[in-house]
């Protein structure tokens, strides 16, 4: 038999503790690869695996950060061209 410790569900709190601890080791791993304290078995620096930038990316896209804000400077006339990535026919 289960114990209703084990079974109940994470509390909205517990879920925004946890987003944060996630977010913030990807953040950690990723410092720990840029500043190049990874490093193989010889000593060399190792440069940020393919996994680990797909897991970021993956992250990010389930949290809707899928491209970065930017800014537009609304005089520019080929504003109108550019398609607007928002309209749910590009999603």
Same mark, same amino acid.
């Given at each position: 038999?289960?114990? =209703?410790?084990?079974?109940?569900?994470?509390?909205?709190?517990?879920?925004?503790? +946890?987003?944060? %601890?996630?977010? %913030?080791?990807?953040?950690?791993?990723?410092? %720990?690869?840029?500043?190049?304290?990874?490093?193989?078995?010889?000593?060399?620096?190792?440069?940020?695996?393919?996994?680990?930038?797909?897991?970021?990316?993956?992250?990010?896209?389930?949290?809707?950060?899928?491209?970065?804000?930017?800014?537009?400077?609304?005089? =520019?006339? +080929?504003?109108?061209?550019?398609?607007?990535?928002?309209?749910?026919?590009?999603?």
């Amino acid at each position: 038999m289960s114990s =209703d410790k084990n079974t109940s569900a994470a509390s909205e709190s517990e879920l925004k503790e +946890l987003h944060g %601890r996630v977010a %913030r080791a990807y953040l950690t791993l990723l410092d %720990r690869y840029e500043s190049g304290e990874v490093k193989d078995i010889k000593g060399n620096v190792k440069a940020i695996p393919a996994s680990v930038l797909a897991s970021c990316a993956k992250f990010l896209a389930d949290n809707g950060v899928d491209r970065p804000e930017r800014e537009v400077d609304l005089d =520019d006339p +080929l504003n109108d061209e550019l398609p607007d990535l928002d309209d749910e026919r590009y999603a």
